[in-house]
């Protein structure tokens, strides 16, 4: 069974940047052809799909988010890890990581809230 944790601060103060980790539990990252993703959701809005690191280790982001995002991992730790950069509070959200597979997200993490606030 495979299983997702979120860690990192529930507070970040504007400007700053917020940072996550997702340990990946009963799987391995560089399996083919997983691809491991960051969503989103602000309070009151719907699921905002922020990125992914593929099982090669290639990364992908939204559009919308590209210049403040960062997707890394760390292969011996099974984990990867979220970097958003110069946080608003328009970043206040549930973060979920996921796996992305065979066209559906299979598995989640519980989510963590993380509040943009001074």
């Known amino acids: 069974q495979v299983q997702l944790q979120e860690s990192g601060p529930g507070l970040v103060k504007p400007s700053q940047m917020l940072s996550l980790t997702c340990a990946v539990s009963?799987?391995?990252?560089?399996?083919?052809?997983?691809?491991w993703s960051w969503i989103r959701q602000p309070p009151g809005k719907g699921l905002e799909w922020m990125g992914a690191?593929?099982?090669?280790?290639?990364?992908y982001y939204s559009p919308s988010l590209k210049s403040r995002t960062s997707i890394t991992r760390d292969t011996a730790k099974n984990q990867f890890s979220l970097q958003l950069s110069s946080v608003t509070p328009d970043d206040t959200a549930v973060y979920y990581c996921?796996?992305?597979?065979?066209?559906?997200?299979?598995?989640w993490g519980q989510g963590t809230q993380v509040t943009v606030s001074s």
């Open positions: 996921a796996r992305f597979w065979m066209w559906e997200y299979d598995y």
């Open positions: 009963g799987g391995s990252i560089t399996t083919s052809y997983y691809a």
């Open positions: 690191i593929a099982h090669d280790g290639n990364t």
